[in-house]
């Protein structure tokens, strides 16, 4: 059951729209998905670096695709990979398949992927394009002596 209701934000904001859709679809915490665990680390000003613990996959039983602003990460073993022809008595590494999804902000990419140690590390960077920049705007003076005006006769 949702406590917080966002239609009075719809009236008074403009351009926000995506972000409260974002927050209204957002699932309870009980059927919120725990596997695979992960992290999300700043790396520098405008890099991030995500990290998830894949224990049992390979690189090629894993699947990475960026679309639309919206990061996703797949894992799938096969049966016969898993097993390797005997029998588990006891299974207490997960090597069930998996998709988890991660919402980007606008501007933000992909830079690169590796598998180390059972981690697999997605580095990610924020390029924002030149017109969105922060630029500097020089004041300049006035005409005339101390910064007056000369006036015109009429």
Same mark, same amino acid.
């Given at each position: 059951?949702?406590?917080?209701?966002?239609?009075?934000?719809?009236?008074? /904001?403009?351009?926000?729209?995506?972000?409260?859709?974002?927050?209204?679809?957002?699932?309870?915490? #009980?059927?919120?998905? /725990?596997?695979?665990?992960?992290? @999300?680390?700043? /790396?520098?000003?405008?890099?991030?670096?995500?990290?998830?613990?894949?224990?049992g996959f390979g690189e090629d039983d894993l699947t990475i695709e960026a679309k639309e602003h919206t990061l996703t990460v797949k894992g799938e073993r096969s049966e016969? #990979?898993?097993?390797?022809?005997?029998?588990?008595?006891?299974?207490?590494?997960?090597?069930? /398949?998996?998709?988890?999804?991660?919402?980007?902000?606008?501007?933000?990419?992909?830079?690169?992927?590796?598998?180390?140690?059972?981690?697999?590390? @997605?580095?990610?960077?924020?390029?924002?394009?030149?017109?969105?920049?922060?630029?500097?705007?020089?004041?300049?003076?006035?005409?005339?002596?101390?910064?007056?005006?000369?006036?015109?006769?009429?």
């Amino acid at each position: 059951m949702r406590s917080v209701d966002f239609a009075p934000l719809y009236r008074s /904001t403009i351009g926000f729209d995506r972000l409260f859709s974002m927050l209204d679809n957002m699932s309870p915490a #009980e059927s919120a998905q /725990t596997y695979p665990p992960y992290n @999300i680390e700043r /790396t520098g000003e405008n890099a991030y670096r995500i990290s998830m613990a894949v224990a049992g996959f390979g690189e090629d039983d894993l699947t990475i695709e960026a679309k639309e602003h919206t990061l996703t990460v797949k894992g799938e073993r096969s049966e016969s #990979e898993s097993n390797g022809g005997s029998e588990v008595l006891f299974q207490g590494i997960a090597s069930r /398949t998996f998709e988890r999804r991660f919402q980007l902000a606008e501007h933000v990419e992909v830079k690169s992927a590796n598998l180390e140690n059972g981690l697999l590390h @997605i580095d990610l960077i924020r390029e924002l394009p030149e017109a969105m920049k922060p630029r500097r705007i020089s004041i300049s003076k006035a005409n005339g002596k101390n910064g007056k005006v000369k006036q015109i006769d009429a």
